[in-house]
């Protein structure tokens, strides 16, 4: 089954203490994404790949890292986590950069609390 | 720069009527891709319906379909006979390189 896998589907943790979302998929895309969602302001983009070591900062990229050695994984870092990085973040996957016409495939989203 | 604008925060509709929900979007390039996904309570995002830039007719998906109106750059989603199960916010987003989404709208329906 076609799928993109997030892990922990939720996730409590204390202000400074490292944490990684691991994100994968199966249907060997070239582009991959992260975006976090919070009210009223829809899906913002943290950062997003293009392809295997091509990394490229999003919208909101402060307080985040990301890496991409192989093509289906695609984990969301946070360094030294604070409390405004609560939210649900999602990951996504798709054809090609350049595609314009393929929907994104979202992983089932992280509900992350930084207390 | 792309930018996509969704201008209802929220709507409330009777069973069965059609609803549009607003989507404007800015972009300079003439290629790109304008779709739609639906987010119900759970959480997950659903792929409703997609519309090329340089495609003539109106993409159409069962009850759906966009409003594709390319001289204003407006791609609104119109659902037809809405049903309760409907209700959940829904997402306007667009490709060029990136894929970049509006704030949503909260669309509820009544029985």
């Known amino acids: 089954e076609a799928q993109v896998t997030q892990n922990p589907r939720y996730l409590i943790t204390v202000t400074g203490k490292k944490l990684t979302v691991t994100c994968s998929q199966n249907?060997?895309?070239?582009?991959m994404s992260w975006y976090r969602q919070d009210p009223g302001l829809g899906l913002r983009q943290i950062y997003y790949?293009?392809?295997?070591?091509?990394?490229d900062k999003g919208d909101v990229p402060e307080g985040y890292k990301v890496s991409r050695k192989e093509k289906r994984n695609f984990p969301l870092i946070l360094e030294s986590p604070s409390p405004n990085q609560t939210s649900l973040y999602f990951c996504?996957?798709?054809?090609?950069?350049?595609?314009?016409?393929?929907?994104?495939?979202f992983g089932q989203g992280t509900r992350l609390t930084v207390v | 720069a792309q930018k996509i604008t969704q201008t209802q925060p929220g709507m409330f509709v009777q069973e069965k009527e059609a609803v549009t929900l607003d989507c404007t979007y800015d972009?300079?390039?003439?290629?790109?891709?304008l779709f739609w996904y639906k987010q119900p309570s759970s959480g997950e995002m659903i792929f409703l319906i997609y519309?090329?830039?340089?495609?003539?007719q109106n993409a159409t998906e069962g009850r759906y379909s966009l409003n594709f109106q390319k001289a204003r750059k407006s791609a609104n989603l119109v659902i037809s006979a809405s049903q309760l199960g409907d209700s959940a916010m829904y997402f306007c987003?667009?490709?060029?390189?990136?894929?970049?989404f509006g704030q949503g709208t909260r669309l509820t329906i009544n029985p």
């Open positions: 987003a667009m490709r060029r390189e990136k894929l970049v």
């Open positions: 249907m060997n895309h070239e582009y």
């Open positions: 519309q090329g830039s340089y495609d003539q």
């Open positions: 996504a996957s798709s054809l090609g950069a350049g595609v314009t016409n393929t929907e994104a495939f």
């Open positions: 790949s293009m392809n295997v070591e091509v990394t």
């Open positions: 972009t300079s390039d003439p290629s790109y891709g």
